[in-house]
């Protein structure tokens, strides 16, 4: 088997039971996972400033320059008020995929529920997962998690007390980029 007769053939036909072979990377169909890379965080942190990179991050090298990466995050946190956001930021800690300005909202991609000095405010661990698209250039880029804390304290993979017993749970984050073929 082989290609397909004609004059300029533009299809590989492979017979049921044939095996389509090549050199590592030299057969990418559109939609395929080309590489993964993935990085998990379990450090329990206390954030009380705007802009803080998490520790959470990840740097991908391309093999494709016209795939797309496939960014997905998991993170647990709490909050002592309503001012704890996340975001994915690109090597110049830019925020990628920022919702267009609408007044003085803020733009992030993970936002906090109003929280108070309540018991139930305090032990809530909150669970986000978030999935975006990002266009992969051909350098190394860096995508991290930051905490944006404009007001009162953001508690990452843990909750306010967090003391050594079953109501204070334990918390871990993941940041997982995948490139796709296009």
Known sequence: QGLATSAAPTTVEIASGHVLTGAAG???????????????????????????????????????????????????????????????????????????????????????????????TYNCLRATHSVFIDSTGSSAQTFKLRCYNVHGTSYFNRNAWDNSRVYDPAGISTLTVQEIAQ
């Open 26 to 120: 030299s057969i990418v169909a559109p939609g395929q996972v080309i590489q993964v890379v993935h990085s998990t965080l379990d450090t329990a942190t206390t954030f009380t400033a705007d802009g803080v990179d998490t520790g959470l991050s990840v740097t991908i090298t391309p093999k494709k320059a016209n795939s797309q990466f496939m960014i997905t995050t998991s993170v647990l946190y709490a909050c002592s008020s309503n001012g704890t956001y996340f975001s994915i930021t690109d090597n110049s800690n830019n925020v990628i995929q920022r919702a267009s300005a609408r007044g003085t909202r803020s733009r992030h991609h993970i936002g906090s529920n109003y929280g108070d000095s309540s018991f139930m």
